[in-house]
């Protein structure tokens, strides 16, 4: 907590104070008991000495006396410690007193003293002995004990007094820091209120402060310099908001990098373009906050020529951005030197482009075929085959075979079209993977007894949902399931498993068939891609299935893994992402 002047400066006085007073106390307090310890001793000693001139026998006769005029207890004590005379207790039971301090320094040294607490009372007692001696033989021992009470009790009053005169002089010390601390802080508190109004942009005026010091000047120079930058702080505040307004109603994301080339400036345009991929991007440097290595060289060109640099990059994992860039510096501002990168997004127009090109180039080859088949057998039947009704019902069967592989190519390209552009309409829920496999096995189920292939279904029921669209789920079962009865021989074999991995379901179908050359790999997937043309146009198939199940398995942030051995089958592995384990379905 901010503290005020004021309790600064009160608290420096308290804990002068309280210094004052500790200081006082370690020194006083010791000194005081000291003395008045030293004086009773020194009593109780000349009182111990003069019994000392007496016979043991004529002290214990006048014991109760000598006690009543010393104030304190007197004891007699033997040559061997035994006491043989006590004035308050009685002598059966008090032990040997031999080895108690006093009596041994009064033995050794011809005088002794000690303190020791007493629990009895409650408080400290003094105790003195002398020996006594009949001729320089030690024939016993005087000790005289009296509680110090006194000692205690003017320490007390001490203590009071002490108490008394630090609350009065704490009294004094406030009373003093008041006034100072109001005088001193009153001008800085008036200055504080001024340039508080003035930082949060409130009209201030001027601030007049009545005193003669340096607080006076200090108050001039910041009237002076309030008046100098009002003036600036007007026009700066008009350029910049007709700078933010541009920058803001931009179509084009903007990014401003500050002199270390750290990104200060985020417009709107590009946070909507990139935050959902790369979130917090202020503060980075171009490479820390993309990763990319198209635009790191690009912007390294810039720093190298300080020229503008103009190019085309990709940004993006999951979901992949096109943009068009360039690179500039800010003029007018010759210190700080501020670079200004521009993203023009044209990842639609350039998917549209691709998606054009290979649309033409694709359906080009694949219609030709059944289209010059079509051709060819309908010119048959027009010059004369119209004659043989069986040998036109057949080229008719042939016709229709190939027409319905061009419904299917139709079909095939406006679904994965869709997809690419995000035109997919997706209905999210709650699948169970063991059902959904065990509706589509009767669909390819046919097919695969023709051939007598063996179908084995290892998906547990028990396996986690997944958060899916089923009708979309069940096109990539289908599309997988269909391709491994369909390149898998007679009396083959296709095992249908899953299992936990990670965080996903792995769901897994491997077959007994024909198998992938290892390099043909990585392409499948790929648009009208065939291992095997011939054989595949020959079962069927349209070349686009595993395409579609590839862009189907990223729409629900998933993967298509695939692996293959010549002669020996192929699996294809579908990672489905856990429900509720934090992933973000990924859209096309």
């Known amino acids: 907590m901010k503290r005020s002047l004021f309790f600064k400066i009160f608290g420096t006085y308290l804990a002068i104070v309280a210094l004052s007073f500790i200081i006082l106390n370690l020194f006083a307090r010791d000194e005081i008991k000291n003395i008045m310890t030293g004086q009773i001793e020194n009593q109780l000693m000349t009182y111990a000495q003069l019994l000392d001139l007496s016979s043991a026998e004529n002290i214990s006769q006048q014991l109760k006396q000598i006690a009543g005029i010393s104030g304190a207890r007197v004891t007699l004590v033997d040559a061997l410690g035994k006491v043989f005379a006590d004035s308050e207790k009685a002598i059966t039971v008090l032990e040997n007193h031999l080895n108690r301090p006093e009596i041994q320094e009064a033995r050794l040294k011809g005088k002794g003293n000690a303190i020791r607490y007493s629990a009895t009372i409650g408080v400290d007692m003094l105790y003195v002995a ?66 508080e109004k003035l930082r949060q942009g409130q009209a201030a005026g001027a601030v007049f402060i009545k005193t ?44 401003i990098l500050d002199e270390t080339d750290r990104i200060e400036v985020v417009n709107p345009a590009m946070s909507n373009i ?82 054009k090109i290979d649309f033409v180039a694709n359906v080009t080859h694949e219609i030709r075929t059944p289209l010059t088949a079509i051709l060819g057998y309908l010119e048959t039947i027009r010059d004369g085959a119209l004659a043989n009704t069986e040998e036109t019902r057949k080229f008719i069967d042939i016709i229709l075979q190939h027409a319905e592989r ?35 096995l009767p669909l390819v189920a046919t097919k695969a007894k023709m051939k007598n292939i063996e179908i084995v279904n290892l998906v547990a029921e028990i396996l986690p949902p997944i958060r899916a669209d089923k009708d979309r789920l069940s096109q990539i079962f289908v599309n997988i399931l269909d391709n491994a009865v369909k390149f898998t021989p007679e009396n083959g074999k296709v095992t249908v498993g899953a299992e936990i991995a990670g965080n996903f379901v792995a769901v897994t179908v491997s077959d007994t068939g024909i198998g992938i050359p290892p390099e043909e790999i990585e ?56 429900k509720n384990r934090g992933l973000t379905v990924a859209t096309i």
């Open 274 to 355: 990139l935050t959902a991929q790369y979130g917090e991007v202020i503060g980075k440097t171009l490479l820390e906050a993309f990763r990319s290595v198209e635009l790191q060289k690009a912007f390294l060109k810039f720093k190298e020529t300080c020229q503008p640099v103009y190019g085309e990059i990709t940004l993006g994992n999951l979901q992949h951005v096109i943009l068009k860039i360039s690179i500039s510096g800010i003029q007018g501002n010759e210190e700080n030197k501020k670079t200004m990168v521009v993203f023009h997004d044209i990842t639609r127009l350039k998917r549209l482009e691709r998606i």
């Open 212 to 255: 003669s010091d340096e607080t006076k000047k200090l108050a001039d120079n910041i009237n002076y310099l309030v008046a100098e930058l009002e003036t600036k702080i007007r026009l700066a505040n008009e350029e910049s908001s007709k700078l933010m307004t541009a920058f803001g109603s931009m179509n084009e994301g903007v990014i």
């Open 130 to 195: 002398v020996p006594i001696k009949s001729g320089s033989r030690i024939t016993g021992y005087v000790r005289l004990a009296r509680p110090l009470f006194d000692v205690r009790n003017t320490i007390e009053k001490v203590y009071n007094s002490f108490f008394l005169a630090l609350f009065l002089v704490a009294v004094c010390s406030l009373i003093i820091a008041i006034i100072f601390a109001y005088r001193l802080a009153l001008p800085i508190k008036a200055m504080e209120r001024f340039t």
């Open 406 to 440: 061009l419904n299917r190519l139709v079909e095939d390209l406006l679904t994965i079209s869709k997809i690419e552009l995000g035109e997919t309409n997706f209905h999210w829920e709650e699948c169970c993977l063991a059902d959904a496999v065990n509706n589509i």
């Open 523 to 578: 392409r499948l997937g790929e648009r009208f891609y065939r291992v095997d043309k011939n054989r595949s146009r020959e079962l069927g198939g349209t070349g686009l299935g595993l395409s579609i199940v590839k862009h189907l398995m990223i729409a629900h942030a998933g993967k298509m893994e695939i692996t293959s051995h010549l002669g020996r089958g192929t699996e294809v592995s579908l990672f489905f992402p856990l």
